[in-house]
């Protein structure tokens, strides 16, 4: 059934897959790291809009220190999964009743955010540990999504869950 109106509700959510890792530097030395990450909503897309339509999230690592002996940064790279759609150069919010609604995910630097395979590339930085024992060091990424302009999908709620995996 086509869709009557020029608007379209959109809502896009990530379900966060976590990855608990534990630096060690040796037997002495841990560091406890946390990930968390808001849902990326585009709202409502308009099928008229001549240009595409844009939004981002962030992402954030943080680190707490558990010893004296525990390194002052932490470096970590975050990967994306493809989501439903199956493949990254396809990526798709499927609708409910139906329907398909194409997007990409995008890096702060604008290359398209994966897993590093598919010629995609993933996101890292550094967490800087403060100096009193137990206090949380955070860095933050911001994911940027874009739906490409021209797309006539079904009127409907669109959404996707992609994975998000945190290497230390």
Known sequence: MPLTSARRCLRWRRSLTLVVSTLCGGAQAAVTCLLSASPLSFGTYDATRLTPTAASAPISVSCRATSLLDPLTVPFQVALGAGQGGSYAAQAMLGNPSGRLNYGLFTPLGARWGNGSDGTST???VVLLPALLGSLGASL?????????GQRPFAGTYSDAVTITVEF
Do not use: F, S
Not at 141 to 149: D, F, H, M, R
């Open 123 to 125: 996101a890292g930085g």
């Open 141 to 149: 990424l911001t994911v940027n999504g874009v739906i490409p302009a």
